[in-house]
C-alpha cells in the first residue's frame, strides 16, 4: 500500500483502541501538520508505521497528563518528536506558558526521553534535512547493534559515521574520523563494499564517496 492507505490504517486503528481524552486528543490534536511530517519525514525513510504512536499521553510533572505529538517507543528506546506551527497562539504565548513549555521538555529529558522538534515550514520545506536528523537519532540505536556482528572494529565504526551522517561519506571524512592512513581507508571502505554495506555514491574509476548499502538500510527498517 502506498502513503494515504497506511495512513489511514495507522490512526484507524489508534482510534479504535483509544478512550476519554485519549481519543478526543487523537481525534482534535493530530493535525495537517503531524500528517506532513508523516508524509514529508517518515514515510520516505521507512514505508511503515510500526513502534510510532500518535497524540501519546504522558504523565505531567506537575500531576496530570500531557500528550507527545509522536512518541516511537522500542525496549530502551523512547524518543519523542514533537511538530511546532508557528501562529498567533505562538507569538501571543504568555511567559508563564513558555517557562512551562521549557519545564516540560527538561522533564521529558529527566525522564529518559529523547526529544526531537521540528517546525513545520522545516517539514515542507526541507523534508531531507529533517529525514537525516531522524535517521541519525534513530539510526544511533540500530548502530548500537553492529557490536553483535562479525565486522572489524574499523569497519564497524565506518558503519556508525555513514549512519550518523544520514548521507553519503567521502574516504577524506572517514579518514579524519578514524585517524587512519588513507591507504588504509580506501581499503575499509572497499571492503564494506564488496559486502554489500556501502554502495559507491560517486565516482565511477575512483570512487569518490559512498552510501549505506540496500543490506544495511533493511537492517534498520527491519529494526524499527
Not at 531531507?128 to 544511533?140: D, E
Not at 561519506?169 to 564488496?194: G, H
Request: hydrophobic share 35%.
Amino acid at each position: 500500500m502506498g502513503f494515504e492507505e497506511e495512513y489511514q490504517a495507522f490512526i484507524k486503528a489508534h482510534l479504535q483502541v483509544r478512550t476519554g481524552e485519549r481519543l478526543r486528543r487523537l481525534q482534535e490534536g493530530h493535525s495537517q501538520a503531524e500528517k506532513m511530517f508523516l508524509k514529508q519525514v517518515w514515510w520516505p525513510l521507512f514505508y511503515h508505521f510500526r513502534y510510532l504512536h500518535p497524540e501519546y499521553e504522558v504523565n505531567d510533572f506537575k500531576d496530570g497528563k500531557r500528550y507527545l505529538d509522536f512518541a516511537y517507543i522500542r525496549p530502551a528506546i523512547r524518543i519523542c518528536f514533537e511538530i511546532d506551527g508557528y501562529g498567533p497562539h505562538l507569538k501571543n504565548i504568555s511567559r508563564w506558558q513558555f517557562s512551562d513549555n521549557l519545564e516540560r521538555q527538561n522533564q521529558l529529558v529527566i525522564d529518559g526521553w529523547t526529544v526531537i522538534r521540528f517546525s513545520y515550514d522545516q517539514v515542507m520545506e526541507h523534508p531531507r534535512r529533517c529525514q537525516q536528523f531522524v535517521q541519525q537519532v534513530i539510526g544511533r540505536w540500530v548502530g548500537d547493534g553492529l557490536d553483535q556482528t562479525s565486522l572489524s572494529i574499523v569497519e564497524k565504526e565506518v558503519l556508525r559515521l555513514a549512519i550518523r551522517k544520514g548521507e553519503a561519506i567521502s574516504p577524506v571524512e572517514v579518514q579524519k574520523y578514524l585517524e587512519l592512513s588513507d591507504k588504509t581507508v580506501l581499503k575499509v571502505l572497499s571492503q564494506l563494499a564488496d559486502k554489500k554495506m556501502l554502495n559507491p555514491a560517486s565516482g565511477t574509476i575512483r570512487v569518490r564517496s559512498y552510501r549505506l548499502g540496500d543490506q544495511v538500510k533493511l537492517s534498520i527498517r527491519s529494526n524499527k
